[in-house]
């Protein structure tokens, strides 16, 4: 199948280059139209790529249609997420894997891509234990909260990835993530699209691109004009930690993961700009290299 571009243009992705994992952000500001461009554009140019998307505004809008309130907790490190109790769960199932991933995958087909939606649960993609309580913090008092279905992921079945891409089919990835509990059963649980993404890309030594509604990561982070081109050394990733905030630190973290787990680069960049995945590829955005944690886990050696 092919994309609406010329296949005989210059790609900048040779079939021997390593597969690309894009993260399509789920908030409102960022629209995927450039993003299922460029990725029809790439298959049809040789390069395997897998999709991971996240969600939160829609699963905040299904929430809300079914009378529910979205709930959202801190927690002790100070890093603010979603509380997802049973009946936050159906309803994040409902939106991720029964809407986002079936009208996303869609759009792929339409534009000429073989996609196949999958979520975390689906062969065992995405699984790890299920967290069924999370410390927090309320009213400045740290406390614990039961009920909780979510999970950290530990495995991804890189075989059932690898199997598609070499069939020639692009996988379309959502939460939920299958939750193993301590009985052995497994539960639907929800887990960090951006984190995710780099379990994917570690485990098929694929390049990540982070879209997202931003141009990358700002030195000052109110001024578009201070972006942070690269990071190649534990020096410069730790600038990178130091500027990133809010919902960008955790675009950060998931970096290290990807690079620590077997991705060559990661790119945090705009969503938003024309062809966004050939240029984060090409150069634009924020780009972190795989030296910047080998460098800084020989350093750790040296030191222990």
């Not at 990835?173 to 570690?202: I, L, Q, W």
């Amino acid at each position: 199948m092919t994309g609406e571009r010329d296949a005989t243009a210059d790609s900048g992705a040779p079939a021997d280059e390593p597969p690309v994992v894009v993260k399509i952000g789920g908030a409102k500001a960022v629209d995927p139209a450039g993003a299922v461009g460029d990725v029809a554009h790439l298959a049809a140019n040789g390069r395997q790529v897998v999709v991971v998307h996240g969600g939160s505004t829609v699963v905040d809008e299904v929430i809300e249609r079914l009378g529910m309130d979205p709930e959202y907790v801190e927690s002790a490190s100070g890093v603010t997420g979603r509380f997802t109790d049973a009946e936050t769960m159906e309803a994040f199932t409902m939106a991720m894997a029964g809407k986002l991933n079936t009208e996303l995958t869609a759009q792929f087909r339409e534009a000429g891509v073989d996609a196949v939606g999958l979520s975390g649960v689906d062969g065992g993609l995405l699984s790890g234990p299920r967290k069924s309580a999370v410390r927090v913090v309320e009213d400045g008092k740290r406390k614990i909260r039961r009920g909780e279905h979510s999970g950290r992921i530990e495995s991804v079945n890189a075989d059932l990835l690898s199997g598609l891409l070499a069939d020639g089919y692009t996988p379309v990835v959502s939460p939920p993530m299958e939750g193993k509990e301590g009985d052995g059963g497994v539960t639907p649980v929800n887990t960090d699209a951006d984190r995710a993404a780099a379990a994917v890309a570690g485990a098929v030594g694929a390049d990540l691109v982070l879209l997202t509604d931003v141009s990358g990561v700002y030195a000052d982070p109110d001024d578009p004009d201070t972006l942070i081109e690269s990071a190649a050394t534990p020096g410069e990733l730790d600038a990178v930690e130091d500027a990133a905030e809010g919902f960008m630190g955790k675009k950060v973290m998931a970096a290290k993961e990807a690079l620590s787990g077997g991705s060559g680069r990661v790119v945090v960049a705009d969503a938003n700009v024309r062809d966004p995945i050939v240029a984060a590829l090409g150069g634009e955005g924020t780009t972190i290299e795989r030296s910047a944690i080998a460098e800084q886990a020989e350093t750790e050696g040296e030191t222990a």
